[in-house]
């Protein structure tokens, strides 16, 4: 026996079916695109979220000193004189996972140019910071080590500081204006980020060097936090520890005492507002896989149909030589074929019907090639399975009593 | 008139069981059939003739006993042996065509090649058409058989037989669903084929058919009761000439 000849005959079978084809392949059809869909919705929306945080330096690991108490009082962390300058410095030399470090320390105040004056906030940091919060100076320069050793009265600034302090034709390189009453001179502005995923205005932004905002401005010599950067996003974790290890040596916390210190990578921030999406996709990819059984199950109902109906057939093509595990497969090739075809239109269907939600509703899609490839494989193996059992029930007619059939 | 014996049974026996009781439908037949000949095995309902023809079709073993087509013995093969040895040895006709419907002519010929490992694709064709010329249907081979009178539908049917070219043909009751004039134009075809050297089985319950072939098996309650030689067969083709034409 030539196989392929079991594959014409399942074929013939089909074709001269076609409504009845259409109908049992639709169970597949709509089950393949929806969880096609759903993964592809599910992905895409995790994605832009991923995307938002990234942009905000994705092997960002953000150390801040732990609330504690202060005579039972709790305080606030930016409160809490823990980071001091040898932590940075030890910081910088001793771990390896970090590529980029800064101090930070923030002051609120008004800034002022001329008659126009706004409202901001003052980071000191040193030049690291322009890698690991992923910034980059458009006009002007950044400032150097020399000013940061110095104390230099200078600043970068964004471009939401520049529209709200300059008119459009002044360039405000190499201009002086206040921060409350200390005069600044601006020497870089930054390029543009726009707002991040928590609606805060990214170009909103003014940065000295820390030690100018330490003694000039605040009068401390501790940081309200220290900012670093992984070598790269797989280890962050990493770092973390070495971090921890470093700042327990220093603030001789030994055994399971509580840390005075809180280290927070972006990863971390990442998995948190990551997860609800990830539930709702497992919640839609569960439901559209339902879909998908219930196909199953009625490519099964239409074989078993089938198979009782065609039962003089059965035995017709019994009586003429075929074997069982012929007639066997002709069924399981017609149910595998059915199921496959489904699933291939499913395919495009989905694929269809992502682009479409992305185009009309806006939402972001992702497809990924492993929710192709999986629901695709499912459908077969739910044809295999579900065709199986009417195919031995066919396969195990009599042929005497098959061809006597009414 | 020939030498070689297509079909040898001897003491063939077969048993039913019905709840609690065993029912004998054929308790001891022995017969041989040789090449070239052309048997009508004749029967009532209950004398046991269907249950004779599954297991000389090899859809049935039987209880006691030994058959052996073509040389082998039938009962002690497998199931797929059996399978294979329908597929080349025996061409079925029933009653009802059992044709494919919604499938042309020449597909439903070619079917049992399509069980046959050694027929390529050309073959096939080949040999399909050629059956389909023989039993006069040259001109409706791309026509579906559920678009054929009931003459033509069994043409097919006598095609989709003789393409595996078989040492035997069997036929069960195949001018059962006819009218009178289609049924001796079958009949006809029959007696042709038996001209061209087929060995034929036709099994009726119809005792006016059996004056047509060369001999006449008489079966009752699971024997046989005659087994009678003709030496001078009435020819379809004379008696459809003589039967008035109603149609016009």
Known sequence: MNYWNLFYIALRAILSNKMRTFLTMLGMIIGVSSVITMLAIGQGSKRSIREQISEMGSNMVMIHPNRGRMGGVRMSSADMQVLKAKDFEDLQKECPHISAITPQVSSSGQLINGIKNAPTTVYGVNEDYLNIRRYKVDKGSFFSDEHVKTYAKVAVIGTTVVNNLFDEETDPIGKVIRFNKIPVTIVGVLESKGSNSMGQDQDDIVLMPYTTVQKRILAQTHFQSIVASATNEKDTELAVEEISAVLRRNHQITGDKEDDFDIRSQEELVSTLTSTTDMMTVLLACIAGISLLVGGIGIMNIMFVSVTERTKEIGLRMSIGAKEKHIMLQFLIEAIMISISGGLIGVLFGLLASYLVNFLAGWPVYIQGWSVLLSFAVCTTAGIFFGWYPARKAARLDPIEAIRYE | ?248
């Open chain 2, 1 to 248: 008139m020939a030498n070689k014996s297509i079909i040898d049974i001897n003491n063939l026996t077969r048993n039913f069981q019905v709840g609690d009781e065993t029912v004998h439908a054929l308790r001891g037949v022995s017969f041989s059939i040789q090449e070239g000949e052309f048997v009508t095995i004749m029967g009532t309902s209950g004398s046991g003739k269907s249950t004779l023809l599954n297991i000389l079709g090899c859809l049935d073993t039987p209880t006691g006993g030994n058959y052996l087509l073509d040389g082998e013995s039938v009962g002690n093969m497998s199931k797929d042996q059996r399978a294979e040895y329908r597929n080349r040895k025996i061409g079925f006709i029933f009653q009802s065509y059992n044709l494919l419907s919604r499938t042309t002519a020449l597909d439903n010929v070619a079917l049992p090649l399509l069980y046959n490992g050694f027929v390529n694709k050309a073959q096939r064709i080949e040999r399909a058409k050629q059956a389909l010329i023989d039993v006069g249907l040259s001109n409706r081979m791309y026509h579906f058989s559920n678009q054929m009178s009931g003459g033509q539908q069994q043409r097919v049917a006598i095609a989709r037989a003789l393409v595996n070219n078989p040492v035997i043909i069997l036929a069960d009751e195949a001018t059962g669903n006819l009218d009178t004039r289609t049924s001796f134009e079958i009949l006809s075809l029959f007696q042709d084929l038996h001209q061209s050297g087929k060995t034929i089985i036709f099994v009726t319950h119809n005792p006016e058919l059996s004056q047509y072939s060369s001999r006449t098996i008489l079966l009752r309650d699971g024997k046989i009761i005659s087994d009678t030689y003709n030496s001078h067969p009435l020819s379809a083709a004379e008696t459809l000439a003589k039967l008035p034409n109603i149609d016009l």
